[in-house]
């Protein structure tokens, strides 16, 4: 696919805050690594901040470029909140060249940071409204900033639901974040397993079977947002286009493929739209009819 940038967009990317953060776009900042916590036997989660002291200053949903000298750079998502300032997280699966070498690193070493990147949730349209939360798999990741916000942010958000679904319950992502949620009032969370062990006490099936157990929703007064897999997206759609939930209101987000994270390899290009610059964060209004976006 042609790196060259369409005409046709769907909005343009976030004015930034000072020349120092455009630059940060194209030259990785360094940040220190201040703790690493496995999450499972593929996934850990990385805490750290810029050498600098300055912040991140990411919208929930954004996503950075991760660099090491002499092995490359990679997408991952910012799994905490802005409003959370002083340092930033980032949950990182063990699936490539770039990502193993990470996971190696020890705390107090250093690497590269371009971003944050893409367009994130808009969180303001979501003030005064019922939320309900539909993640599978490292969805949770990309999530968990949103989720931190939200309840950080408590009285500005009605009802707040979280549906999680993984494949295994070893799979399952932040189990101490997920423990608090449960025994919180702020929020509703249901999760289930595909196929679970036999210390698993919990629903079993997918995330789908979670919706029968949901408290009547109001249509006009609820944002639905779902991150998982591209498998996952058709039939949760199905389910919260049933309960009559305006496509307006749904938002999703579609992080993969990306390579470069500003628009100019193309590698993240389906149709007319850039998910690194465009995403990752889209209404389903955009994206329905888009076969190369969500399959």
């Not at 109001?218 to 991150?227: F, L």
Request: overall charge positive; glycine content about 10%; hydrophobic content about 35%.
């Amino acid at each position: 696919m042609s790196g060259r940038r369409s005409s046709t967009i769907l909005h343009e990317p976030p004015p930034r805050a000072s020349s120092a953060h455009e630059s940060s776009l194209y030259i990785p900042q360094p940040a220190r690594i201040i703790r690493i916590t496995p999450l499972t036997e593929m996934e850990k989660l990385f805490e750290l901040g810029f050498l600098d002291g300055s912040r991140l200053n990411q919208q929930p949903g954004q996503f950075v470029q991760v660099s090491m000298l002499g092995v490359g750079e990679c997408p991952i998502s910012i799994c905490s909140s802005p409003t959370r300032p002083d340092t930033f997280e980032l949950c990182i699966r063990r699936v490539g060249s770039v990502t193993n070498r990470l996971h190696e690193l020890q705390e107090k070493d250093t690497i590269g940071i371009r971003g944050p990147l893409g367009h994130g949730f808009d969180t303001h349209e979501m003030h005064g409204k019922d939320i309900l939360m539909i993640a599978g798999g490292l969805g949770m990741a990309p999530l968990r900033s949103l989720i931190q916000y939200i309840l950080d942010e408590r009285p500005r958000f009605g009802q707040f639901h979280l549906l999680y679904g993984a494949r295994e319950p070893k799979e399952l992502l932040f189990k101490d974040d997920l423990l608090r949620w449960r025994e919180s009032k702020d929020v509703n969370l249901a999760i289930t397993v595909d196929r679970p062990d036999p210390q698993w006490r919990g629903k079993v099936g997918v995330v789908t079977t979670l919706f029968k157990d949901l408290s009547k929703l109001n249509p006009d007064q609820t944002v639905v947002v779902i991150v998982g897999p591209p498998v996952m997206f058709k039939f949760v759609v199905i389910e919260v286009l049933a309960r009559r939930i305006p496509q307006g209101n749904i938002y999703c987000s579609l992080e993969r493929r990306m390579k470069c994270g500003v628009g100019k390899c193309g590698h993240c290009q389906a149709n007319h739209v850039y998910v690194c610059i465009d995403g990752p964060v889209f209404k389903y209004g955009q994206l329905k009819g888009m076969r190369e976006a969500v399959e």
